[in-house]
């Protein structure tokens, strides 16, 4: 069995993303790392190649600057990456996402089982949203607690929208056009620990600033420039909850150097009516009703 890893990144230390952790997390579970850095300006290429490891192969690309057609070029970017895949497997992690060296065991028993049951065209796994801090995760609907990470690398099978998951094309040349049928896939015990939302509130900011130029006129930027000039505001959440398990070996050294204090209050939220008898209905039973899935789990 051959696994291939893929990933982009951009100006990874500018907009201060876990991109080495991310890697770092994953190439014992693979036999190949495609690694797709667009033009970076702030040595993120350099650090990749001085991880000096053979199963790391860049692939340099120009980011379209006026591109901001609902964040698909991340989509596009992760498409390049998974072209050059050769794998029984490909193995997609974003760049702040990692995985915990405890699931590696189950990640790698789930692709040995299913490997030769074509009907299983994806693996997906469960999510930990952390928001704030380290200690802090946000459980509701929310954010997305399941999505496909692990698919096989065919020619049908293209990154979704941006780059959110993926789906199966008739066409996939034209997967920006195209609504695609989701995929068929397998729940397996790992999870991926997604950073996406913890950092000094100014980095905060300013990735997701650079995050909206993918999807918004100068117009939207300048008011989101405007609002958060201050840094990111991580009061304005619905309702978060204590992490109580452990993160990442690879993810110690950043945890460490937290330069920030993040006070939570939950009597401090924004959660509508409805949103709040969801999540009393979630935590009763567990499950997040009327979610949107896009897979179909056999």
Same mark, same amino acid.
């Given at each position: 069995?051959?696994?291939?890893?893929?990933?982009?990144?951009?100006?990874?230390?500018? &907009?201060?993303?876990?991109?080495?952790?991310?890697?770092?997390?994953?190439?014992?579970?693979?036999?190949?790392?495609?690694?797709?850095?667009?033009?970076?300006? @702030?040595?993120?290429?350099?650090?990749?190649?001085?991880?000096?490891?053979?199963?790391?192969?860049?692939?340099?690309?120009?980011?379209?600057?006026?591109?901001?057609?609902?964040?698909?070029?991340?989509?596009?970017?992760?498409?390049?990456?998974?072209? &050059?895949?050769?794998?029984?497997?490909?193995?997609?992690?974003?760049? @702040?996402?990692?995985?915990?060296?405890?699931?590696?065991?189950?990640?790698?028993?789930?692709?040995?089982?299913?490997?030769?049951?074509?009907?299983?065209?994806?693996?997906?796994?469960?999510?930990?949203?952390?928001?704030?801090?380290?200690?802090?995760?946000?459980?509701?609907?929310?954010?997305?607690?399941?999505?496909?990470?692990?698919?096989?690398?065919?020619?049908?099978?293209?990154?979704?929208?941006?780059?959110?998951?993926?789906?199966?094309?008739?066409?996939?040349?034209?997967?920006?056009?195209?609504?695609?049928?989701?995929?068929?896939?397998?729940?397996?015990?790992?999870?991926?620990?997604?950073?996406?939302?913890?950092?000094?509130?100014?980095?905060?900011?300013?990735?997701?600033?650079?995050?909206?130029?993918?999807?918004?006129?100068?117009?939207?930027?300048?008011?989101?420039?405007?609002?958060?000039?201050?840094?990111?505001?991580?009061?304005?959440?619905?309702?978060?909850?204590?992490?109580?398990?452990?993160?990442?070996?690879?993810?110690?050294?950043?945890?460490?150097?937290?330069?920030?204090?993040?006070?939570?209050?939950?009597?401090?939220?924004?959660?509508?009516?409805?949103?709040?008898?969801?999540?009393?209905?979630?935590?009763?039973?567990?499950?997040?009703?009327?979610?949107?899935?896009?897979?179909?789990?056999?």
């Amino acid at each position: 069995m051959k696994v291939t890893a893929f990933s982009f990144i951009r100006n990874g230390f500018i &907009y201060d993303y876990p991109f080495i952790e991310s890697i770092q997390s994953v190439l014992p579970l693979c036999d190949e790392f495609i690694m797709v850095i667009g033009d970076s300006i @702030d040595g993120t290429r350099e650090a990749v190649a001085g991880l000096n490891n053979p199963k790391i192969r860049i692939i340099d690309t120009v980011w379209d600057e006026t591109a901001r057609q609902k964040g698909l070029i991340f989509a596009q970017q992760s498409n390049i990456g998974l072209d &050059y895949c050769t794998g029984d497997w490909a193995f997609h992690i974003q760049a @702040d996402e990692v995985i915990h060296e405890k699931d590696y065991p189950a990640i790698k028993k789930a692709m040995a089982d299913y490997l030769n049951d074509s009907s299983v065209e994806g693996l997906l796994f469960h999510f930990t949203n952390f928001f704030g801090d380290y200690k802090h995760y946000g459980p509701s609907r929310r954010f997305h607690n399941k999505e496909i990470r692990i698919i096989r690398p065919l020619p049908s099978i293209r990154s979704y929208r941006d780059s959110q998951g993926f789906r199966k094309y008739n066409e996939p040349n034209n997967f920006l056009e195209e609504k695609g049928e989701k995929l068929h896939v397998k729940q397996i015990d790992a999870t991926i620990y997604h950073y996406s939302f913890v950092r000094n509130p100014e980095k905060q900011a300013k990735k997701v600033i650079e995050m909206a130029k993918r999807y918004h006129d100068d117009a939207k930027l300048h008011e989101l420039a405007e609002r958060f000039k201050k840094g990111w505001d991580f009061s304005e959440i619905d309702v978060l909850e204590q992490f109580k398990g452990t993160h990442p070996g690879v993810m110690q050294s950043r945890i460490n150097s937290q330069d920030w204090v993040f006070d939570y209050k939950p009597i401090k939220n924004n959660m509508s009516i409805k949103e709040r008898v969801l999540y009393a209905i979630q935590k009763l039973t567990g499950k997040q009703l009327f979610t949107y899935k896009n897979y179909r789990v056999i």
